[in-house]
């Protein structure tokens, strides 16, 4: 294991070899110390699949279903999410990058030690996903999504575009934002009680309070 640390968050990571881990492509129950390179598993359908310790590079799970399972201990890299509908997976000890998750539904999703770097949640939609321990958001584009009655207190979401992103009854105290763009982030203030600011970021909290409060301004 690593640890990589964003911000003020920790997270605890898995540090995986190729050359240890058998080669597949056949999508099983379970899969554990694996190898899974460029495999087409489009609109598959899981249930009460768990895989471990695992380095996914390149596969495409778009519009897959996965409910009730697992990813503990893996390397998911430029893998394909896109229109998939996951459900009451436990997500932990994973790092994600340079993966999309465009349209992607999570639902009943739970999170711990798990680094989202450089992926693409637009127009995906997040309902009820909750941080256990250390989660953090970096260079990811958010922008038109839907979050509703997640519970992410102390995550770090750096540098990410939230443009378009629609936040609602999501808890976040304790956050770090600090180098993402809020302009037309759509969010009722209390969503953003208790989180980190930079400087810069002020101009585009204005705007989210005047048009939150529905406040007119003038030029005198």
């Not at 003020?8 to 190898?35: F, G, W």
């Not at 489009?42 to 409910?67: C, F, K, M, N, Q």
Request: include cysteine; proline fraction near 2%; glycine fraction near 8%.
């Amino acid at each position: 294991m690593r640890t990589t640390t964003i911000g003020d968050v920790k997270i605890l990571l898995p540090d995986l070899e190729p050359d240890d881990l058998d080669t597949t492509t056949d999508l099983a129950d379970s899969l554990t110390e694996v190898l899974v390179e460029g495999a087409a598993w489009h609109g598959s359908h899981l249930a009460d699949v768990s895989i471990r310790s695992s380095l996914i590079t390149g596969v495409d799970l778009s519009e897959s279903t996965w409910e009730d399972g697992s990813l503990y201990g893996c390397e998911i890299t430029r893998t394909d999410f896109s229109g998939a509908n996951l459900t009451g997976i436990a997500i932990e000890r994973c790092a994600i990058t340079g993966s999309r998750f465009t349209g992607t539904r999570l639902t009943d999703i739970r999170v711990k030690d798990v680094l989202f770097d450089g992926c693409r949640f637009d127009y995906a939609t997040l309902q009820r996903v909750t941080a256990a321990g250390s989660v953090a958001f970096t260079d990811c584009t958010l922008t038109n999504g839907a979050w509703s009655s997640c519970r992410l207190p102390r995550i770090a979401l750096r540098s990410c575009d939230l443009a378009g992103l629609e936040m609602d009854s999501c808890h976040l105290d304790g956050s770090d934002l600090r180098g993402s763009r809020l302009n037309g982030l759509k969010t009722p203030l209390d969503n953003l009680r208790g989180v980190t600011l930079g400087e810069d970021q002020l101009p585009d909290l204005t705007q989210l309070t005047v048009a939150a409060l529905a406040l007119t301004v003038c030029n005198n």
